[in-house]
C-alpha cells in the first residue's frame, strides 16, 4: 500500500503543508522557529506560502496525523514543539519523489520544494527520480522542436511560442543534467549541520 493511502484514505498535502512538514522533518520545533527557518531562506520568495498561516498549516498537519506535539516550559512560558510522525515521513517522502519524477519543467512551486528535500531520498530514489522527469522534458523539448520546424514559415509571434519554451526547457535539461552527475558522484547528502541549524 502507497504511504498515501493510509486506511484507504489518500492523505494529500497542499503546496502549504508540503513546505511545513518539511521543515518539521528537518528539525523539531514551534511555530515561531518555523517561521523564522521560512525568513531565513527567504521561502517567501520562492514558494507560496503566508506569514499568518503557520498555524492552520500545522493544525491540519496533525488532524491528517502527520505530526504530533508535546509541551515545554521556556522561560516561564509554555511552547507546543512540533514532531513528524512516522506516516508523516512516509507522506513526505513519496511526495517529494512524485513531485521530482513527474517535473515537467514549468516554473513549478512544488518542485522547488520537493528539491529542497531532496536528501530524504535515498541514492536510488534520486537517481529514479531525476531520470524519469529529465526523460519527459527532453520529450517534450523534442517534440516542440518538431513543431517549430513544421511551422517555420510563420510569423515571429508564432515561432516565438515555440522558441520560448524550447529555450526554457533546455535549460532545464541543463540543470537536470548537472544534479544527476552530481548526484551520481556522491552529492546530495546532506545532514542537519549543513544547514547551520
Known amino acids: 500500500m502507497s504511504p498515501l493511502e493510509e486506511n484507504n484514505n489518500i492523505v494529500s498535502l497542499n503546496h502549504a503543508e508540503f513546505i511545513v512538514l518539511g521543515l518539521i ?25 503566508g506569514r499568518s498561516s503557520i498555524y492552520r498549516v500545522i493544525k491540519s498537519l496533525e488532524e491528517k496525523g ?16 512540533y514532531n513528524i510522525t512516522e506516516m508523516g515521513s512516509r507522506v513526505l517522502k513519496e511526495k517529494v519523489f512524485n513531485v521530482i519524477k513527474e517535473f515537467i519543467g514549468k516554473n513549478d512551486e512544488d518542485f522547488y520544494v520537493a528539491f529542497s528535500m531532496l536528501p530524504i531520498l535515498s541514492h536510488e530514489e534520486k537517481i529514479e527520480a531525476i531520470s524519469n522527469s529529465l526523460n519527459i522534458i527532453i520529450k517534450h523539448k523534442k517534440e516542440l ?11 515571429l509571434n508564432v515561432r516565438g511560442l515555440f522558441l520560448h519554451p524550447i529555450k526554457i526547457l533546455g535549460i532545464d535539461v ?16 546532506v545532514g542537519p549541520e549543513a544547514y547551520g541549524k
Request: no cysteine.
Open 174 to 189: 541543463e540543470f537536470l543534467n548537472w544534479v544527476l552527475e552530481e548526484i551520481k558522484k556522491g552529492g546530495g547528502k
Open 25 to 49: 522533518a528537518e528539525n523539531s520545533s514551534h511555530a515561531y522557529n518555523i517561521n523564522k527557518r521560512i525568513e531565513e531562506r527567504g521561502m517567501r520568495g520562492w514558494t507560496n506560502i
Open 145 to 155: 522542436e518538431e513543431m517549430l520546424d513544421k511551422n517555420s514559415h510563420m510569423p
Open 66 to 81: 502527520l505530526t504530533d506535539k508535546w509541551i515545554e516550559e521556556v522561560d516561564n512560558r509554555t511552547l507546543k514543539v
